[in-house]
């Protein structure tokens, strides 16, 4: 996506503007699954996953504005109306778009791992912003992680484990690579060349998990 010029129409301006969650039914204009995206960088897993499911309402969220701008370009140009990308930090806008209890799935795939100090603050899986993104998962909703970085792979599954979610397969444990998941852009190159990805596939249980204040 190098090569590509930057768009001049921002992604989802209006959206990053709301205060508060609209009613997102008539905003897709049909019910179905509601799903978070952190960080779509060139899209390839959002578009082949809203190409599979044309039912699930896909929010994703990157703050890159020539792929934010190419991705939201694409999902139009091939018809993809349950995808809608949103320019900008996800740690700012999604608190104050998503209902408590309202996301059924929540995908993190390859997070920049941020290796130096003055950078650790953009993380997104912090102990804080974890457990705002419990809060927004319903019960029985999931979160889907994954990454190549070995020492964030387990830094992200032990915070995501402490803030409440819970790991069907065990404390630690990963889970193994699915074929029938669509791959990311990034993870499209690990599964040519071979390279480790680590996957966790976490849930929120119940209603009483990440409450505001509990
Ligand atoms: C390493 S890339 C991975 C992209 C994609 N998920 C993939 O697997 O190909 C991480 C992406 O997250 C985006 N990003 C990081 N922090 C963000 C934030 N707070 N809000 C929105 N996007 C963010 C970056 O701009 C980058 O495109």
Redesign the pocket.
């Known amino acids: 996506m190098s090569r590509i010029p930057l768009r001049p129409e921002k992604a989802g301006e209006d959206l990053a503007a709301l205060t508060s969650p609209p009613d997102w039914d008539q905003l897709f204009g049909r019910a179905g699954s509601l799903e978070l995206e ?5 899209g ?2 959002a578009l082949e996953h809203c190409r599979r499911d044309p039912s699930i309402r896909y929010l994703a ?4 504005k020539k ?1 934010a701008r190419e991705v939201s370009f694409r999902a139009q140009k091939h018809g993809l109306t349950g995808l809608k990308v949103i320019e ?4 700012i806008v999604v608190p104050k778009i998503f209902a408590p209890g309202s996301l059924d799935v929540i995908h993190l ?4 791992p941020w290796w130096k100090r003055a950078h650790f603050k ?1 993380a ?1 899986l912090t102990p804080d912003f974890t457990r705002v993104l419990l809060g927004l998962l319903k019960p029985g909703g999931r979160f889907d992680f994954r990454t190549d970085v070995e020492e964030r792979a387990r830094q992200g599954l032990a915070v995501l484990e402490k803030a409440g979610f819970h790991n069907p397969l065990g404390p630690g444990v990963f889970h193994p690579y699915d074929p029938e998941e669509a791959p ?4 499209r190159r690990y599964l040519v060349t071979n390279q480790p990805v680590y996957r966790a596939r976490l849930v929120r249980l119940s209603s009483a998990q990440g409450a505001v204040g509990s």
């Not at 900008?88 to 740690?91: F, I, L």
């Not at 795939?109 to 920049?112: A, I, K, L």
């Not at 990311?184 to 993870?187: G, H, N, Y």
């Open positions: 952190i960080g779509c960088g060139a390839g897993f969220f990157e703050w890159r792929y900008g930090d996800a740690r795939q390859f997070p920049d953009r997104i990311s852009t990034r993870e």
